[in-house]
């Protein structure tokens, strides 16, 4: 009775003969967009072809990769030829690219570069706006789903490392149209607790399953973000506009984790080797001490304090020594200008001094007396003046001019009726 029943991998070698014997699908012709894309260390090429419906799984091996002329990425539109069979371990059918063109970027990518573009402009991804993610944080916060892989390896590498670091989960949306306004929302509940550092990403996927991270109300959130934010979107070869704007961007969850806390075996070799440098530093420093006081109290000094008073005491001597030969010397010289100045020929002879300005002072008057005008006038001369003026000639008047002649006894009025000059 069982005999009607097939097994799974019966039916799935049949559909693969049925695949395998369509001439339909041994040459097919596709355009899409690529996106899951992965270069595997064979050599080969793993990624889907996907357009607005429908997605299809592709391989294309190495041999036929050595033929292309580019390096395929997520979002990029191709064209490609191949044939269409199912893959048994899987029971999935995709296509086996024999080749490959481009065909332009996809509408993901180019929204993707576009964002990118005008964010950095802005001065989002500018390290000066930074912040420093804290050595030693008390408290964690996690912006991620609260089931799955990323959850999973995040607290799990905590708690390994730094067990006494608190954790706090935000669950959230992290993929779908209403992710976006999850993870903004949860980041903007987090500024509201006591957290050092933020968490904020999910697992690998494609680039639909991790556009919500290339959201720019996402992007805006993390920048005005006051806690510093840790971007852990996908695996390492995945990019988001998120891992831009983010403080710090984690290759994987995990290593988003291990960035945000430090290892506590790490720690405490530190602080051991801290320990055992304090400790040589203060003993260092102990011993010079020490050294210090032995050469202090073993000094000359201290042993014989008194050579070092004797040696302040005689230099107080010569020191007073200095100042009575100085004030000595300045009264003696003093002493020596008072005795000049009383043996001086004025002191002296005050009489004398007085005779001698008598005879100078009479010779003075004598000769002011022999330029005063008026003695001239005594011996019978005169002198005549015009309007105030003392004449010295004839050619100074003219008829009728009114003269004053000054004599030693008076003075005459008289008026010019005539002028002779001397021939």
């Known amino acids: 009775m069982n005999d009607k029943y097939l097994t799974v991998s019966a039916i799935t070698r049949y559909l693969k003969a049925r695949f395998d014997c369509d001439e339909n699908l041994q040459t097919v012709f596709l355009k899409g967009e690529i996106s899951n894309f992965k270069a595997h260390t064979s050599g080969h090429f793993y990624f889907s072809l996907k357009d607005e419906n429908s997605k299809i799984n592709a391989i294309m091996f190495r041999g036929n990769v050595s033929k292309i002329l580019f390096k395929p990425a997520d979002g990029m539109k191709v064209l490609v030829t191949g044939r269409i069979s199912i893959y048994e371990a899987m029971g999935s059918y995709q296509i086996y690219v024999d080749e490959m063109l481009e065909d332009g970027v996809g509408n993901l990518y180019v929204a993707f570069e576009q964002l990118k573009k005008k964010l950095k402009e802005e001065g989002l991804f500018d390290k000066a706006h930074k912040k420093a993610i804290p050595k030693i944080p008390k408290k964690v916060g996690i912006i991620t789903a609260s089931t799955g892989a990323a959850i999973r390896d995040i607290m799990t590498t905590i708690k390994r490392r730094f067990p006494i670091c608190e954790t706090i989960l935000f ?48 992007a805006r959130a993390i920048y005005d973000s006051k806690i510093p934010v840790i971007s852990a979107v996908g695996h390492e070869v995945d990019f988001t506009i998120a891992d831009f704007v983010a403080d710090l961007r984690a290759p994987t969850p995990t290593a988003a984790a291990e960035m945000a806390v430090p290892n506590m075996s790490d720690l405490k070799k530190h602080i051991s080797q801290l320990s055992i440098r304090l400790n040589e530093a203060v003993y260092k420093k102990i011993n010079y001490l020490k050294l210090y006081l032995d050469s202090v109290k073993n000094s000359f000094v201290i042993k014989n304090p008194k050579v070092m008073f004797e040696s302040k005491r005689q230099s107080l001597d010569l020191i007073n020594v200095k100042l009575d030969d100085l004030i000595f010397g300045k009264v003696e010289k003093l002493r020596g200008d008072l005795e000049r100045i009383k043996k001086s020929y004025i002191l002296e002879n005050p009489n004398f001094l007085y005779k001698d300005k008598t005879i100078y002072l009479q010779n003075i008057i004598h ?44 003075q005459i009025e008289t008026k010019v009726v005539g002028i002779k000059e001397e021939s």
């Open 171 to 218: 669950p959230t949306l992290v993929q779908g149209e209403n992710a976006k306004n999850d993870i903004v929302k949860n980041i903007k509940k987090a500024q509201d607790y006591d957290i050092d550092v933020l968490i904020v990403g999910r697992g690998g996927g494609s680039i639909e399953d991790l556009w919500p991270f290339n959201e720019e109300i996402v």
């Open 367 to 410: 000769k002011l007396e022999l330029l005063n005008p008026l003695k001239i006038l005594k011996r019978g001369y005169s002198i005549t003046y015009l309007n105030g003026k003392a004449m010295k000639s004839i050619k100074e008047v003219k008829e009728n001019d009114i003269l004053n002649i000054r004599l030693t006894d008076g």
